[in-house]
Every structure is written in C-alpha cells, then in structure tokens.
C-alpha cells in the first residue's frame, strides 16, 4: 500500500460526491482510509467537513479527529456535532486523544462535553487534561492492560481477554500490587508459552524502563528509541500505574520537535502555524527581521570605518560580500549539526569540546580550500597576487569563526538555560558577517595600501 497523497482527482472526487445525496458521499468515503480522510479535509470548507463527520460512522469519524492536525480545527468540528452523535465519537476515541482534542476547547464546551459522557470516561479525560501536554502525563493513554503480580496463568490470562475487549491493540502487560504500585512488565508471548501452573510474579521482568508522568516528552521519546519500546508505562511519584505511552504518539512529538526545531533556527516562531495566514507569518517573523536588522547595521558600521580602504580598492567590496556569505553558510551548517546534537543527547563538557574542535578543523580545512579557490581568481583574473593572500586569510579566518561560532554558541546558550535554537541564528550570522567584512578590510589595509 502506498502514501496517499492529496492530488486534485481525490479533491474533485469528494467535492462531486458533495453535491450528491447522502447514500453517493458515503459510498465515495468508504474507498478512504480514515486519515487520507482528514489529509483531504485540509482543502474542505467547514461545513463540508461537518456534513462528512455527520455521515461517516462514529468510529471511522473519531478516527478521522485523531489524525487531523490542531490547526484544521478537529475541535471546532466536534463542537459544532449534533451532542448524541458527538458523545459517540469521544468514546470511540483512545483517552488520549479525546483529551487532546477537547483541551483545544474553552472551559464551557469542554464541560459540555465531558458532562454528556459516562463518569468513567468523563473522570480519565480530566485526569489527564491536568498535565501538561508536552510531559508524559500529556502524551499517556490512562487505557492500560494491567495483571495483579499474585495471579496464576489462567486467571492471569482471563484478566487480560476481558481488559482487552475494549481495546484497539497493546503492546505489554503491566503487572501491579494490590495497591496498583508497578511491579514490573509482562509479554503476552511470555504467559502464553509459560507451563499451566506458573504464576505471574515468577514471569514478570522486574528490571523495565518507565517514565514519570512529569517528564519532558522529548526524554520519553529518548528513552523509547534507546531501548526499542513500542510502549512505556507512566507512574507517579510513588510508582502508583497511571498509563502508557505509545510509540504512535511517539512520531508525533519527534515530527513535531524536529518541526519546531527548524523553525527556530530559521528564525520562524514556533507559534506560526505552517498553513497559517499572511497576518500570522508577520507577526511571527517581523520582530527577528527587526533584529536582525539592527545587527545588519552593525555589520555595515565596519565597511564605514574603513571607508578609504574601498575607495581606494575597490575591488575588495565584491570580495568581501563572498567571503561573508560563505561564513554564513558555513556556521549554519555548524549550528544545524550541533542543536540536532543538543536535541538527541546532552552533551558532557568532554563531548562539547570534541564538537568545538571538530567544527574548528572543519572550518579550518574548507575555510583554506575556498580561500586556495579564491585567491586563484584573483590570481589570474585579477592579476595581483597579494590581494589573492589577503582574500585567502580571510576566507580561512571566517570560516573558522563560522566552525567555532556555530558549535560553541548553541552549547553556551544551553549551558545558561536558553534554548540554542530560538537565539543561535542571529549571534551567529552577526559574527559571521561582521568578520566576513573586518577580515578583508583589515588585512587590505595592511598589507595592500601600506
């Protein structure tokens, strides 16, 4: 099976079935996945969207809500649900998903909504909407398959049929005390093969990874990739079972980390929405702009001070609007490289240094091959040598800077409790370009105008 991807044949194709009757647009869904579905909702007006979840059976439409992204409104959708068919939907949805989607909502449709399901499942949403969505308390699903560490095999096994009827899929077993305290895990595989009189404290594997429930979810999606999980249980304080972590909701936070990591770097706020409007970009990247800006002028200071330096060679303008793009190509290489470091693993002093002198030697080495590259043009093209060496040194020396600068920036700023990736990018590009101008400048006045 193929990626579905959006083309205008599956867009015309729901658009007709629009304008049909109800029976033609539910014979056209069907043919769909649930989350090709919600891919094609993102070129659907609202009250398309709601005519199709009102059609599609509560647990094809629930399925449909989890896989839509925030910003394409899979709450609003809920909200605006006739409220039988839109409690039919929330108890099909997994725990998690339900209380992702309603935590987009305010106060009051959120209580309208827990008020219409079951206390069960009304209670399990407002216990996880009390954590952060971003901590494993936000991520976990509090529907868990749980065993008692005293069972035998066949009790054991009843247990896990009966929890299990009203599940999608799981994954392990989490064996408890008789106060719910986390014993240790459990392979279905592993009480199927074990012989009929075999008990579960004697199968449980005591040493397991979990995570607390206030733990940063980009450390449970660390420890979940180290140790090859499919899923990990989620504990409080006092190691009283309060969930699961899967590794679906896993991807999710790595796409969703690596995204705002890009965007950082590229100076975008995480708050900009990626299908957003114009009026959100703006507001979004004016105030770096501004910045940058400001820093832009710094740069520009240098050529002024050395005003007679271009006049009097005026060639070295054009040279020198290289050497600094080039530096700043190469610190963003630097940085990308080091914050994609930061992100994976923290550092210890000894690795930090490595990646220091590792982009020091990089710099060092490409900095002296582009300026060899540089000073042959101005060899032959230009027919002075002497401007070749000074264009050399100062290609090796802003690459250089753009090595040091692009690894060690992001690990200072960590260091001070600032996240390397919102501020890196315009340190860097300042130093990059204010010694992509100062290094041929300087060394022209030097040792060209004596």
């Not at 009827?165 to 009480?191: A, P, Q």
């Not at 002024?304 to 080039?326: E, N, P, Q």
């Amino acid at each position: 099976m193929q990626s579905f991807e959006l083309d205008k044949t599956d867009l015309l194709r729901i658009k007709t079935a629009l304008e049909a009757d109800d029976a033609d647009l539910e014979n056209v869904l069907k043919e769909y996945h649930a989350s090709e579905i919600a891919i094609l909702f993102e070129k659907l007006q609202q009250e398309e969207k709601e005519r199709i979840i009102n059609i599609l059976p509560a647990d094809v439409a629930s399925e449909v809500l989890s896989e839509m992204d925030e910003e394409h409104g899979p709450a609003e959708l809920l909200v605006n649900l006739d409220p039988e068919k839109r409690t039919e939907i929330v108890e099909e949805l997994d725990y998690d998903d339900a209380t992702d989607i309603i935590s987009q909502l305010d106060e009051e449709h959120q209580e309208e909504i827990l008020e219409d399901l079951d206390h069960e499942d009304a209670s399990s949403i407002r216990a996880l909407m009390t954590y952060a969505e971003d901590t494993a308390g936000g991520l976990m699903n509090s529907e868990i398959i749980k065993v008692n560490i005293n069972l035998d095999k066949k009790d054991a096994l009843d247990e896990i049929i009966r929890q299990s009827e009203e599940m999608e899929e799981f994954y392990t077993i989490c064996v408890v005390d008789n106060d719910d305290i986390l014993k240790g895990i459990l392979s279905i595989k592993t009480v199927i093969k074990a012989r009929a009189d075999a008990r579960i404290s004697d199968l449980v594997t005591t040493d397991f990874v979990y995570v607390k429930a206030e733990l940063d979810q980009e450390e449970v999606a660390r420890l979940i990739k180290q140790y090859n999980l499919t899923s990990i249980p989620v504990v409080d304080d006092h190691m009283k079972l309060l969930g699961r972590v899967t590794v679906d909701d896993i991807i999710d936070v790595m796409e969703e980390e690596n995204t705002e990591d890009i965007l950082k770097i590229s100076g975008v706020s995480e708050d900009e929405e990626l299908s957003g409007n114009w009026l959100e970009a703006v507001k979004s990247r004016l105030p770096w702009l501004v910045i940058n800006l400001g820093t832009a002028f710094l740069a520009a200071s240098i050529i002024r001070t050395f005003d007679s330096t271009v006049a009097k060679l005026s060639i070295i303008s054009a040279y020198m609007t290289i050497i600094a793009g080039m530096g700043g190509n190469a610190a963003t290489q630097a940085l990308a490289v080091t914050v994609r470091r930061i992100s994976l693993s923290d550092l210890s002093d000894k690795q930090a240094y490595n990646t220091v002198l590792k982009e020091f030697l990089v710099g060092l080495i490409n900095g002296a091959a582009n300026g060899l590259i540089v000073f042959i043009v101005a060899f032959f093209y230009d027919a002075n040598p002497l401007l070749g060496l000074v264009l050399f040194l100062a290609m090796t020396g802003n690459l250089i800077i753009a090595g040091l600068t692009g690894a060690s920036i992001p690990l200072i700023l960590k260091r001070v409790g600032i996240d390397p990736a919102v501020a890196s990018s315009i340190i860097i590009t300042t130093f990059t370009d204010c010694i992509g101008f100062l290094l041929p400048l300087w060394l022209a006045t030097k040792l060209l105008l004596k």
